[in-house]
Structure formats: structure tokens, C-alpha cells
């Protein structure tokens, strides 16, 4: 009877956990081009991506309004197994890989003719309100350089 009993509370916890677990990464987010800073190159005017969690992986759809006035989107979606996937629409990449690291943080590789370019973290803060992308890679020049893009969850 008391194995039966822990068995059911354990697996009620178990269902509670993962019912309660909460998709921070998920939501539309504008970039706050004025609290982020750009190591290479100008910052675009705006930018909104809307990422959704989904089969075990992530959706991304982002509409950039770059420096000199231009549009630039792209819609892709990648699981997270750190396989490749082909971008279409971002002309500084071809290809991305993510890895989930935990409920608020996930890694990028972004790659162009096979060769690894940047490299992404992604982070929620804890309140769930803002997401910072942490850039770090090589310009045009060879020279490294680090980003951090600012987003709040609209």
C-alpha cells in the first residue's frame, strides 16, 4: 500500500514539474538597438523575432530593418541536437546549429560555406521580460569581435 501511495504522489509531482515547466525562450521580442552594443559593423534600425518552442526545438522569424534602410527576414527552425540547418534569407549565415542549455539559455553556431562564423548565446533574463544575445565571432578584417544584442519581450 505505501509503495503504491509513493509510487502515485511521485508521479503527480512528476506531472506537476512538467505541466508547471515554464517556456521562457518562446514570445515576441524587439531589439532594444540603443541598450545593445555592436562590435563590427552598424546596427540595425529594428528588429523583431518571435520564437516558439516547438517539437524539440526551436522556430525563429525575425524582420530586420538594417542600417542603410533595407529589410532582411528569415524563418527557419532547428531542433536541438546541434545538427546543421539550412538558413535562407540571412545573408551573414547559411547555416545554424542550437543546442538548448537549460530553461533560459540556448547556444548558436551560425556557419557560412561550412565555416563556423559566430557563435550565440541566447539568455532570458529570470523575470521572463528581457533576452540578451551575446555575439562573439570574427568580422571581414580577421578581427574578433563580441556583440551584445538587448531584446524586450513585447
Known amino acids: ?7 502515485a504522489i511521485a508521479v503527480t509531482m512528476l506531472l506537476a514539474t512538467t505541466i508547471g515547466a515554464k517556456d521562457v525562450i518562446s514570445g ?9 552594443k555592436y562590435g563590427t559593423g552598424a546596427p540595425p534600425k ?5 520564437l516558439e518552442e516547438r517539437d524539440g526545438g526551436l522556430h525563429e522569424i ?8 533595407t529589410t532582411t527576414k528569415w524563418d527557419l527552425f ?12 540571412d545573408p551573414s549565415r547559411d547555416a545554424v546549429a542550437v543546442k538548448r542549455i537549460d530553461d533560459h539559455t ?19 533574463a529570470p523575470d521572463g521580460k528581457t533576452r540578451t544575445n551575446t555575439v562573439t565571432g570574427t568580422d571581414a578584417n580577421g578581427k574578433p ?9 513585447k
Open 1 to 7: 500500500m505505501r509503495l503504491r501511495m509513493f509510487g
Open 106 to 124: 540556448v547556444d548558436v553556431t551560425n556557419k557560412k560555406g561550412n565555416a563556423v562564423t559566430t557563435h550565440m548565446k541566447i539568455v532570458v
Open 28 to 36: 515576441t521580442w524587439t531589439l532594444n538597438v540603443a541598450k545593445s
Open 62 to 69: 525575425v524582420t530586420r530593418i538594417n542600417a542603410d534602410g
Open 46 to 50: 529594428s528588429q523583431v523575432t518571435v
Open 145 to 153: 569581435f563580441t556583440s551584445v544584442m538587448l531584446f524586450d519581450r
Open 78 to 89: 532547428a531542433k536541438y541536437d546541434g545538427k546543421d540547418v539550412k538558413v535562407t534569407g
